[in-house]
T-cell receptor
């Protein structure tokens, strides 16, 4: 069965970096793009961008350029979200999701990143 | 990419019908996908395309669209339908946007 399993919660200090992993199983990893979304506490979903799993080319939404980097390791069917220079306002749950062309049909369980001194 | 606007909250009596709307320019060209998110959980896809339900989604969920507005209707709402609902569309460049979200309360 299709699964996206994300890495566990992280507690980081302001200015630090974090890398969230999203490991896919149960399907051909390169056949579907991966979207990333953020959900701040008590807020709605915010699309961060996506990565083309065939080419590795990332596309970032407005507001997610510079400190946010999407990457892949196709040898282990994994996508990664790397955030640098963390700020308190980056505190959120981060989701990866499989894009099947007309929506996101499978989602990771979410990774809580807490930024606090 | 364009914004997608949803009513913040709606309520429905158990067994009655509720419609959630999503408004945005991109919906004139692209169908919306709809997600259900229960507290503390990841979103789940409940509708996509013209009116397609993934396997396992009850047939009380349906979608429709007209002009710049997409709708999700729950016919015969159940207690387990209480959740946040988000629409999702994309623009011509392939960039996604999520709706602002609607909290559905089943009374």
């Amino acid at each position: 069965q299709v699964q996206l399993v994300q890495s566990g919660s992280e507690l980081k200090k302001p200015g630090a970096s974090v890398k969230v992993s999203c490991k896919a199983s149960g399907y051909m990893f390169r056949s579907y793009a991966i979207n990333w979304a953020r959900q701040a506490p008590g807020q709605g979903l915010e699309w961060m961008g996506w990565i083309n799993t065939k080419t590795g080319n990332p596309t970032y939404a407005q507001g997610f350029t510079g400190r946010f980097v999407f990457s892949l390791d196709t040898s282990v069917s994994a996508a990664y979200l790397h955030i640098t220079s963390l700020k308190a306002e980056d505190t959120a749950v981060y989701f990866c999701a499989r894009d099947f062309g007309v929506g996101n049909d499978y989602w990771g369980q979410g990774t809580l990143v807490t930024v606090s001194s | 990419s364009s914004e997608l606007t949803q009513d913040p909250a709606v309520s429905v009596a158990l067994g009655q019908t509720v419609r959630i709307t999503c408004q945005g320019d991109s919906l004139r060209s692209y169908y919306a996908a709809w997600y259900q998110q229960k507290s503390g959980q990841a979103p789940i896809l409940v509708l996509y395309g013209k009116n397609i339900r993934p396997s396992g989604v009850p047939d009380r969920f349906s979608a429709s669209s007209s002009g710049d507005t997409a709708s999700l209707t729950i016919t015969g709402a159940q207690a387990e339908d209480e959740a946040d609902y988000y629409c999702d569309s994309r623009d011509s460049s392939g960039k996604h946007v999520f709706g602002t979200g609607t909290k559905v309360t089943v009374l």
